[in-house]
């Protein structure tokens, strides 16, 4: 469905007087961007929101930049707990909210400042449970990537909709939905709460569950600042490695359960996962010792998910390019083939970035 030229959705119900969005912030040493994060919101055109910040035990001066704000605008609100992770603390955050719609903040992020007011207009035009709106990435100061739809449009069918969010792992963060508060209702928590990688996936699969109609729109409406201090960025390979097969099996078994897919779409699905395990493949052999990284890559062979749903399916692996060869290795268990290559890789990674380095210079 064209959200543009649908005039049927002109007459909502729910005016945006009558609108309340609950803006969670989980928080934890983010003293440096922070008030940027806060910023975003205070400067929103549109102002009917709450705004609910979760400090997981702060240790910098994060607290004390909360309380200065809540002492200023009555519709923030700090909430102080013992230190247990992102996930906690947006489940906290949603206990504490009061707004029929709720999206998702990180504190080194930003929120463009019309994003409030074209989610009411999405809400009012549509009456979707669920918004997915566009990215932008920032490094530093500058934009190094733009996630956004070619054009709006809302999907329904359940089929559909799998298709399109698992075979991209932009569709996976919380961060870029405004989503029904009642959506959360039935949303059971992850059976796994030391997942550290991937929890949003998890919970996105439920909200896609759960909602009746949800409506991708080209507005870019979120700044995602890539932040190289952050500790999502300091990664544990074993751990990421453990997350991913945690996280890619329960998606199959949620479609398996949930989802009327050919053999041929879920291996379409597949391959995103395989690519992904390909390029931790490649992580662990260009960052751990020898005999470290013999030891996580027959780890991964060993996996009894990476045995069943790779090693013995069949993807068509001309579609992943030249991670294909990579794969063929690995299945073949040809670690020392593997190592070889990626070592002549990163020689002629290094002297193209010193040719262009030249270039740029001339």
């Known amino acids: 469905m064209n959200i543009e ?7 909502s119900s729910l005016s945006n007087s009558e609108l ?13 961007y922070l008030d940027e994060c806060i910023a975003s919101v205070i400067n929103q055109t549109y102002s009917k929101w709450q705004l609910i910040l979760i400090d997981d035990g702060s240790t910098d001066k994060s607290a004390e930049i909360c309380i200065s704000y809540v002492n200023r605008d009555n519709r923030i609100e700090y909430h102080h707990k ?16 009061r707004g029929k719609y709720l999206m998702f903040l990180d504190s080194d992020d930003m929120l463009e400042k019309n994003a409030l007011e ?6 009012n035009k549509t009456k979707c449970d669920c918004i997915v709106f566009g990215v932008k990435k920032l490094l530093g100061n500058t934009v190094c990537d733009v996630w956004k739809e070619k ?34 209702d039935g949303v059971a928590v992850l ?45 544990d390979y074993k751990k990421l490695l453990d997350d991913t097969l945690y996280v890619d099996n329960a998606v199959l078994r949620f479609l398996d359960q949930n989802a009327s897919l050919s053999d041929v779409e879920l291996k379409q699905i597949g391959i995103g996962y395989i690519v992904r395990l390909i390029d931790i493949v490649r992580e662990i052999v260009s960052r751990y010792e020898k005999e470290e990284r013999i030891a996580l ?28 060869v990579v794969l063929f290795l690995f299945n073949r268990r040809k670690f020392g083939v593997i190592f070889y290559l990626e070592s002549i890789y990163k020689v002629i990674r290094h002297y193209k970035n010193r040719i262009v380095g030249c270039k740029k210079h001339e």
């Open 5 to 11: 030229k649908d005039d049927k959705y002109k007459d």
């Open 20 to 32: 309340l969005i609950s803006i969670i912030v989980p928080i934890f040493n983010a003293s440096r």
């Open 82 to 97: 013992n230190n247990s992770g992102q996930f906690e603390s947006r489940r906290l955050g949603i206990r504490y909210s």
């Open 118 to 123: 074209r989610v009411v207009y999405f809400v």
């Open 151 to 184: 054009k709006n449009h809302c999907i329904k069918n359940k089929t559909e909709l799998y298709k399109k969010v698992l075979s991209d792992a932009k569709y996976n963060a919380l961060w870029r939905k405004a989503v029904n508060a009642s959506l959360f």
């Open 191 to 235: 059976s796994n709460m030391n997942i550290k990688n991937g929890e949003d996936l998890l919970e996105s699969l439920q909200l896609y569950k759960e909602a009746k109609n949800i409506c991708f729109v080209t507005d870019v409406l979120y700044s995602y600042r890539y932040n190289t201090e952050s500790i999502t960025h300091k990664i």
């Open 297 to 324: 890559l027959e780890y991964l062979y060993n996996d009894s998910f990476y045995q069943a749903f790779v090693k013995k399916q069949r993807y068509g692996i001309r579609k992943i390019g030249g991670k294909s």
